[in-house]
């Protein structure tokens, strides 16, 4: 069974930075893409980042590019979310997430961490 665990979020000031880990255990990543999301309240989820295990292709949100850097540790089997110049609309619940290379994000072959809470102060 997959498990996901994230740490690393907490309260940071606009324009300061975090970096978000994903520990992942229970499965066979390297054929896996792993992503993150938020939700703030009264939003939907979001997609962040996102990068192939084998090959590690990224993607981005466009509310993010230039200031996120997803990455992963394959040793460790650990992802990675650093987060630099954050601003008071990353405020948000995230997770992370993964999934089976021939699934897709949304559909049941996700799996899902419990969240971790980012906080920019307006």
């Known amino acids: 069974q997959v498990q996901l665990v994230e740490s690393g979020g907490g309260v940071v000031q606009a324009g300061g930075s975090l970096r978000l880990s994903c520990a992942a255990s229970g499965g066979t990543f390297s054929t896996y893409f792993m992503g993150w999301f938020r939700q703030a309240p009264g939003r939907e989820r979001e997609f962040v980042a996102s990068?192939?295990?084998?090959?590690?292709?990224?993607y981005y949100g466009d509310s993010v590019k230039g200031r996120f850097t997803i990455s992963r540790d394959s040793a460790k089997n650990t992802v990675y979310l650093q987060m630099n110049n954050l601003k008071p609309e990353d405020t948000a619940v995230y997770y992370c997430?993964?999934?089976?290379?021939?699934?897709?994000?949304?559909?049941?072959?996700?799996?899902w961490g419990q969240g971790t809470q980012v906080t920019v102060p307006s």
């Open positions: 997430a993964a999934r089976p290379s021939y699934s897709r994000w949304g559909d049941e072959l996700n799996y």
């Open positions: 990068i192939r295990w084998s090959g590690g292709s990224t």
